[in-house]
């Protein structure tokens, strides 16, 4: 058998555990609240942090503009590798596109003022 202590704590504390406690003991909740403490203290301590970072609104903003940006540098260097190659397209098939590419160098031209974002690759 365990032994038993006495511990005085204030009136309101124990209001608190007797609201909080549901089906518990008094002595359940409050090691069932050590333990979690102690161990949510031993995950900080290996780095886990509690905080989560979120990206802001203009960042997302700025991380599409350069994703746009991106493809629109694939696209380019795919059309011009398929025209070294010698693939003879239709010539309405290549307006077509070159339609599309100005028109994306326009939407990104107009966005150019706004922040940038990097990506760092490890």
Known sequence: MAKKRMLIVPAELVDRIDENRGDMSQAELIDFLIDSQLK?????????????????????????QDIKKLLRSFLDFFVSY?????????????????????????ELDSDSEKGKATIKWK
């Open 82 to 106: 398929g025209l070294e190659l010698g693939k003879q397209s239709p010539k309405t098939e290549f307006e077509e596109l070159v339609g599309r590419l100005q028109g994306l160098e326009k």
């Open 40 to 64: 949510e203290e031993t995950k900080e301590s290996k780095g886990v942090t509690k905080e989560q970072q979120y990206v802001t609104k203009e960042e997302f903003h700025s991380l599409e």
